[in-house]
């Protein structure tokens, strides 16, 4: 039996310019039932980095939170380096685009991609 921890402390925390920007790019897709997954894999200039796209999948062992009509996903292995975070999203002249303020991150790179 596979099971899904559906969590009610979310892994990662949206800002309202996230969840606004997310629930905008997934009403332009076609695809019903896509989520964002946040992911952290080995690899990047600091020794981890950050992925982040839409799966359509809630793979077994995965958090599960929804806000508002965003649903996020995070496998259970990234979920120990994400707890905490906060996903953000700016649409300034610089620096536009989605960060992650992660307390967990002992030093990050200047890309803000990839962290130790």
Do not use: W
């Not at 649903?71 to 292995?77: F, G, K, P, Y």
């Amino acid at each position: 039996m596979t099971t899904t921890e559906q969590t009610t402390q979310p892994v990662i925390v949206l800002s309202d310019a996230a969840t606004t920007k997310i629930a905008e790019l997934l009403a332009e897709g076609a695809e019903d039932g896509l989520g964002l997954r946040v992911a952290v894999k080995a690899g990047g200039c600091s020794g981890f980095s950050y992925e982040m796209f839409f799966d359509p999948e809630t793979n077994p062992g995965d958090h599960v939170t929804t806000v508002d009509s965003v649903t996020v996903r995070v496998d259970s292995a990234s979920a120990a380096h994400l707890v905490g975070a906060t996903l953000n999203y700016s649409d300034g002249l610089q620096n536009a685009g989605f960060s992650i303020d992660n307390p967990n991150a002992q030093s990050s790179c200047g890309c803000g991609k990839s962290f130790s």
